[in-house]
């Protein structure tokens, strides 16, 4: 998925989200937007935070800090989450082509997908019950290819 929004910008709206929520922009606070803007994937906080101690030794930083961190990107749409439960969250740059998930239960993989056929039934429904989307999150759970061969 490609991304549509520039570093910079992303990294403005950062600085005036600390300031309206009158947090300090810090070092580490934009390290943890930039690992995530640059590194595609899904990420865990303590995966996170391992990316940083061993890219970035000298920095020193607090599991707390980028549990906070993602907190309030998440409620200002810049990065998203999904939920596993009580194994926790997987975060991923929020500010990207809308697409859904195809989660493993076994090995935890993710596999980002669009299809414009659901996306269409979507607001069919919606339609149907008189209904204002304004956004959705759509998370098929089972089995990947590669685990169901393990079997």
């Known amino acids: 998925m490609s991304i549509t929004i520039s570093y910079n910008d992303v990294l403005q709206n950062f600085k005036k989200l600390l300031k309206q929520n009158n947090l300090k922009y810090t070092a580490q606070r934009e390290l943890i937007l930039?690992?995530?803007?640059?590194?595609?994937?899904?990420?865990?906080?303590?995966?996170?935070?391992?990316?940083?101690?061993?890219?970035?030794?000298?920095?020193?930083i607090g599991i707390a800090t980028i549990y906070r961190t993602l907190t309030l990107l998440e409620d200002a749409n810049i990065v998203s989450s999904i939920s596993f439960g009580t194994q926790g969250k997987k975060y991923e740059f929020g500010l990207k082509e809308h697409h859904d998930h195809l989660v493993c239960l076994e090995c935890g993989g993710i596999e980002e997908f669009f299809d414009e056929t659901i996306e269409k039934q979507q607001e069919i429904i919606a339609k149907k019950f008189n209904f204002k989307m304004t956004n959705h999150v759509m998370k098929i759970t089972g089995i990947c290819e590669s685990c169901q061969k393990k079997k």
């Open 34 to 60: 930039n690992i995530i803007y640059k590194n595609h994937g899904h990420f865990t906080p303590e995966d996170i935070y391992n990316l940083i101690k061993e890219n970035y030794p000298d920095i020193k």
